[in-house]
């Protein structure tokens, strides 16, 4: 593979020769505080499975979680209530369609899959807790472990300008409930839903989540099993299926990664039994991913042959 020298140059060089790339895409402003980071930025993360980093650029800019965070709180949902419950109220099918879209809503039986916003905001509704508060803590505190960061902490921010803005989620929500897919107070699940979305990473963070999923759930420093195999293993499919929205066959092609982003400019990619990687760049494509992040991972993917296919 080299040494750590020289994949720090090559993090170096994908980062340069694909910043500018920024252009292409816009800072998302439905969600208005997000249209206040700096366009310009970006930075990456890699943590090979011997505990390694590599990092180049804005590696510790913080940035919000967004829709990375649907893999992980999946995971919860499932360890909370097993994977039949779960897979009985939401699908695992790509949908081709934008990630807050209604129309493969109204006329199905559940929500296609859980990496779109009605999918992910059913998984939410299954959060084990007594009240909100106490299941916002069991998410934040998966996060922080998976992430090895007990600072995680929310945007404040963001989770206020998100509630202010979030009627689309709203409307899936509800009509959810009504379709009988989730049950409960539907204020509460979509603010749980944008708080977990309105945590604070950076690509660090992300790269040390996506190692454990790259070693099958086993955390490869300290040899701890974090999520058992087979949810480390449905979780990763999804991943590699439906994890960049409509936009997941042209990735699947181009960089051949399991891997999800976010509308805050993230990206958490997984190398089987290799690598866990962060990326961030916040300007993003149309379909919410971020451009300068799909970018530098398609030239690491060829430079690196990390494809799975
Ligand atoms: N919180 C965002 C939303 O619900 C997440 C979307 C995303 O990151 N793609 O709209």
Redesign the pocket.
Same mark, same amino acid.
């Given at each position: 593979m080299g040494s750590k020298k020289e994949l720090t140059q090559i993090l170096e060089d994908s980062l340069k020769n694909n910043q500018n790339y920024y252009k292409q895409g816009e800072l998302p402003n439905y969600?208005p505080t997000l249209a206040k980071a700096d366009p310009k930025a970006v930075g990456i993360s890699m943590v090979d499975v011997e505990g390694d980093f590599y990092s180049a650029g804005d590696f510790e800019t913080n940035f919000t979680i967004?829709?990375v965070s649907k893999p992980l709180v999946l995971i919860l949902a499932i360890l909370d209530n097993g994977t039949e419950l779960v897979f009985d109220k939401v699908g695992v099918e790509p949908t081709g369609d934008p990630?807050?879209s209604i129309i493969k809503l109204t006329g199905f039986a559940k929500p296609y899959n859980p990496m779109i916003?009605a999918g992910a905001i059913a998984v939410t509704s299954m959060i084990k807790g007594k009240d909100n508060e106490e299941k916002f803590d069991r998410i934040l505190k998966f996060f922080r472990r998976l992430a090895k960061n007990d600072e995680l902490e929310l945007d404040q921010e963001t989770y206020l300008s998100?509630k202010d803005t979030g009627d689309r989620?709203r409307s899936l929500a509800y009509y959810m409930r009504d379709q009988d897919i989730i049950e409960g107070d539907i204020e509460e699940i979509v603010d749980l839903y944008f708080k977990q979305?309105s945590i604070k990473v950076n690509c660090i963070d992300l790269a040390n989540m996506a190692v454990i999923l790259a070693n099958q759930g086993i955390d490869p420093v300290t040899e701890e099993r974090i999520i058992p195999k087979k949810i480390a293993r449905i979780v990763r499919t999804l991943m590699a299926t439906c994890g960049m929205y409509d936009k997941s066959g042209s990735f699947a092609i181009e960089v051949g990664l399991a891997a999800k982003s *976010?509308?805050g400019g993230g990206i958490m990619a997984e190398v089987p039994e290799r690598f866990g990687i962060g990326v961030y760049g916040p300007t993003l494509d149309d379909k *919410?991913n971020s451009i300068v992040g799909m970018r530098v991972l398609k030239e690491l993917s060829e430079k690196l042959n990390l494809s799975i296919f």
């Open positions: 969600i967004q829709s990630f807050n916003n998100e989620n979305c *976010g509308v *919410g």
